[in-house]
């Protein structure tokens, strides 16, 4: 069974990056048929998709988040990776990693000075 793990600080000041790495077990992010995505849900609201990662390394943004978005991935810890920029607190919410299949169990990060 694949699982993910989100991790990452839960507090971000305004203005600065929020980084959150999500470890997968149970699949290679290399040779695995799935796509790697980041999704998040702000308090109160529904769920946001933010970007996905696929095999060849392409990544796919949302729109309203393009300017301020980075996936990536490290293949040697089996991982991949977000950053969002110039955060504000309208970014708090929970992060999910997922497959579409499977999902971490989110993270709450949090963005106040």
């Known amino acids: 069974q694949v699982q993910l793990q989100e991790s990452g600080p839960g507090l971000v000041k305004p203005s600065q990056t929020l980084s959150l790495t999500c470890t997968v077990s149970?699949?290679?992010?290399?040779?695995?048929?799935?796509?790697w995505s980041w999704i998040r849900q702000p308090p109160g609201k529904g769920l946001e998709w933010m970007g996905v990662?696929?095999?060849?390394?392409?990544?796919y943004y949302s729109p309203s988040l393009k300017s301020r978005t980075s996936i990536s991935r490290d293949t040697s810890k089996n991982q991949f990776s977000l950053q969002l920029n110039s955060v504000t607190p309208e970014d708090t919410a929970v992060y999910y990693c997922?497959?579409?299949?499977?999902w971490g169990q989110g993270t709450q990060v949090t963005v106040s000075s």
């Open positions: 997922t497959n579409r299949v499977y």
């Open positions: 149970g699949d290679s992010i290399t040779t695995s048929l799935y796509t």
């Open positions: 990662i696929v095999n060849d390394v392409s990544t």
